[in-house]
Structure formats: C-alpha cells, structure tokens
C-alpha cells in the first residue's frame, strides 16, 4: 500500500527556535527597509502575518491578503519594493541559517519515504515566500534539487494556513486528492495533529514529553521521536487505512479547499487551454468549472437551505451531467464559471459554517437515497468535489504534457 505524507518542516525536519528565528527575521527584514521607522515595518509585518492564519475563506491566496495589510500599512505600492524584497531574501535571508540545524535522522526518513515511493508534501505554514522556505529545506539536507516533492506550500499558492484543517485538505487537492491514503506528520499539536483528526487522517505527532494523544484523532494516530516514524508507517502497511471524511469538519474543510485548489491549478492557463478537452470525451477545465458552478447553485445551496429549514422535505434526483452539452459549457468563460463557482460555495460554507451539531443531523427524504441527514447530504457534495478535483487536476497534467 502506498501512501500521501504530508509533513512538516520547523522543529519536524529542521530544528529551528521559532522564538529566536522570527524575531531575528523580523528584525533583518525592517532593517533592510530603512525608509520606514522599524517598528512599524514589523508592526506591518505582523498585521499581514495575523490576517493569513485569521483567512478561514477560499477566495484569495495568502499572499494576496498579506500584501493588502502590509503594503497597504507602509503606504507603498508593492511594485516599489519588488527589487528590495527579493534581494532580501537573496542576500540577507541565508544568514538566518545559523539560527537553525539540521536533523540527521530528517533526512533518513525522508530517504525512506523516496525509497517506497511515497508521495510527498512539505507541509509547512504557507505564512512565507516560496524562497524562504526552500532555502529552509535546503539548510535542513532536503534541497528540492535532490528529493522530488510532489508539492511544497507557501502563500504564493495557498489560501488556508495553519491551523485549520482546510489548509490540509488544500494540500491535498493541490494534489488531485491520490488515491491512496494520506498522513500527516508534525510536531505541533494544535496546528498540525488536532487539525488532522478533524479532517479525518491519521497523524502522527513528533514529541516526547508524557502527554497522552488527546480524543478526536484517527484511531492510527500514533506520537514519539522523530526515529518513530518510520516504523510507525510500517505498522501502517499492515492495515486498512480508512480517511474518515464523513464529521461536519471534514466536509467543511474539503468544501473550503475545492474553489482554492482549482484556483491554483489553473492559474496561469490560456483561455485556449482552459477550453481544450483531453480526449473527446472527456470534460475541459471549462466545462469542470462550469458543472461545479451550476450544480452548487441550483442544486447543492437550494438542498441544504431546504433541509436546514427543518421540515423533513422531500428531494428529488437531478441529472447533470448531461448540463455540460444542453448548456454548451465548453463555449462558455471557465474562468468566469471559477468565479462563479467561487461565489456560491463561499454562501455554502457560511451556511453550513453557521449549523449547530443538531442541525447536521436534520432529516430529508431522498428519492434513491431514501431517508438521510443534511450531513450525508453535505458528504455528498464533498465526494462529488474530490472527483471533480481529481479530474481538473489530471487534465491539466496532460495539458501541460502535450505542450500543444
């Protein structure tokens, strides 16, 4: 059985005193912008830092929202200090690595993860540039040059940080949602372990102090020295490993993560390439975003407005599948049809975001399911995604492959 590791970088792969490190960051940062009194560059810094964990929504990336709080404090236009900030994290940020070390045995495990052909996630707290987080990994023995990981997060391209659980199941849509199980591996335990129980994987959680694994975590969950892991994932081998995405948190989180992803996925794709199918049967990414806007709007958001109004209503089957030629998807704005989309999943969130844990259990009748809950019902749209997602993200995989 193979498996999805996502897990994290500071005090995981890398020893590195986040009490020393991000002051001493912070302090070279404001000083290499002599044009602002320092305290009010890290005032700034530390505006837009809190506004990316506070973000709990999928429109705009992390990065988006801190550049609005921190250029916006400084008074500056971002392209002003373009050139400035990438010579800092060019020239001054290296110096930091003193501050860290490496971990021998990170670098073993990760050698094991490569050997059994593992995927592989760096998931750190996407609250930094892309740059400062891979010369980390490199001071850490695990440059990105050497150990292929499938994706490495950083507020360029993620919408959800730590500690909330959409951040994991983003990395996972990001992914294409693989088929095989996924795992996280950290040692904080509010930000990385708790977050993953509620999402409905299992964690394991690098400490080694006495305290016992809280409840809520997958059953597989597991907890000790960093040396630990890997017999942990051989234990994991002889087993089933069931992701559990059935409680309101996970559909939540998963429901989050869809318009992110797709988002992401297609960023930076021509209108030609968002209309050009795989194959001739089979969906463009217009036509996945415009089924994924149509069907939350006139099927998924009317459905649980009608149930949570709880009067047991009936719903009936609806095809829509074949919406995608009625409708002419495929002649149709995808980008548009994303924002769309966006739109109205934003609407579905809040409204399930605002459900007390009785609501979720309110009761419809369906006409093939027959009786059910709204959390069935909201499970539903959260496998639907899954496959939509899988779908966007192969087809933009031979998109990029043929090159045409």
Request: aromatic content about 10%; hydrophobic content about 40%; glycine content about 4%.
């Amino acid at each position: 059985m193979s498996l999805t590791i996502l897990i994290d970088l500071d005090n995981t792969l890398i020893s590195n005193d986040m009490d020393r490190f991000i002051p001493a960051y912070l302090q070279k940062l404001s000083n290499y912008l002599p044009d602002w009194p320092s305290e009010k560059v890290i005032y700034e810094l530390l505006a837009g830092t809190r506004a990316m964990i506070a973000k709990n929504t999928p429109a705009k990336t992390l990065m988006e929202v801190f550049d609005e709080v921190f250029y916006r404090g400084l008074g500056v236009d971002k392209d002003a200090l373009k050139e400035k900030i990438e010579s800092f994290y060019r020239d001054e940020f290296p110096s930091l690595q003193g501050l860290t070390s490496p971990r021998p045995e990170a670098v073993r495990v990760m050698e094991y993860l490569f050997e059994k052909n593992y995927l592989v996630a760096i998931a750190t707290n996407p609250v930094f540039p892309r740059t400062a987080i891979l010369q980390r990994l490199a001071w850490a023995g695990l440059p990105v040059e050497r150990y292929p990981f499938k994706l490495v997060t950083s507020f360029e391209e993620f919408h959800f940080s730590k500690p909330h659980s959409a951040y994991l199941a983003e990395i996972l849509a990001q992914m294409g949602w693989p088929d095989q199980p996924a795992v996280m591996i950290g040692d904080r335990l509010e930000e990385e372990i708790i977050p993953a129980g509620k999402l409905g994987i299992p964690a394991f959680w690098i400490s080694e102090n006495r305290e016992m694994l809280p409840a809520g975590l997958h059953s597989l969950s597991s907890k000790g020295r960093l040396a630990d892991v890997v017999p942990w994932l051989k234990t994991l081998k002889k087993q089933p490993v069931d992701m559990q995405f059935s409680t309101p948190a996970s559909i939540l989180a998963i429901l989050k993560s869809t318009p992110a992803a797709l988002q992401t996925l297609t960023a930076n794709l021509s209108r030609e390439e968002w209309s050009r199918r795989p194959s001739d049967n089979e969906w463009s990414l217009t036509e996945i975003a415009c089924h994924l806007r149509d069907v939350d709007r006139e099927v998924n958001l009317p459905r649980i407005k009608l149930v949570s109004s709880g009067q047991n209503p009936f719903i009936p089957g609806v095809v829509t599948d074949i919406w995608a030629e009625e409708r002419d998807y495929l002649h149709q704005d995808g980008q548009n049809g994303l924002a769309f989309f966006l739109d109205t999943r934003t609407e579905l969130i809040q409204l399930l975001g605002n459900l007390d844990e009785q609501s979720w259990k309110l009761p419809a009748r369906h006409t093939i399911f027959g009786p059910t809950q709204l959390v069935e019902l909201a499970g539903f749209i959260s496998t639907h995604d899954r496959t939509h997602i899988h779908q966007a993200f192969e087809t933009v995989r031979r998109i990029r492959k043929s090159g045409v």
